[in-house]
């Protein structure tokens, strides 16, 4: 079991740190108190699919569509430019075609 663990989170482990660049950049951003939460919220979620022994890549991109649409309403999208959009972007291409909408907020 622990074999197995160990395999998804290497699998994954890059995901997940592009998740920590997200996260690193939106703690220096002067975002309002609701957007930053809600952004956290959807990071902390994010994580914990891609941890799953079989990430439910549906879900998944509802989640960076939704952290997407956080960012892009209050400006941070521009703000940041590809220190959010490259993460974000890397995300959004291992999801394939359920991140259409990701990868169209972030162009």
């Known amino acids: ?3 197995a663990t160990n395999e998804q989170t290497r699998a994954t482990g890059w995901l997940v740190a592009e ?3 997200i996260r690193e950049v939106l703690d220096v951003l002067p975002l309002p108190e ?3 939460s809600a952004a956290h919220r959807d990071l902390g979620e994010a994580e914990v699919l891609l941890l799953e022994k079989e990430p439910d890549r549906r879900r998944l ?3 960076l569509e939704r952290l997407t649409l956080v960012l892009a309403a209050a400006g941070a999208l521009d703000h940041a430019g590809q220190a959010l959009s490259g993460p974000i972007g890397t995300l959004a291409d291992w999801l394939g075609d359920g ?4 990868r169209q907020l972030l162009s």
């Open 1 to 3: 079991m622990a074999n």
């Open 19 to 21: 998740l920590h660049r």
């Open 34 to 36: 609701q957007t930053a």
């Open 61 to 63: 991109a509802g989640t």
């Open 99 to 102: 991140a259409g909408t990701v």
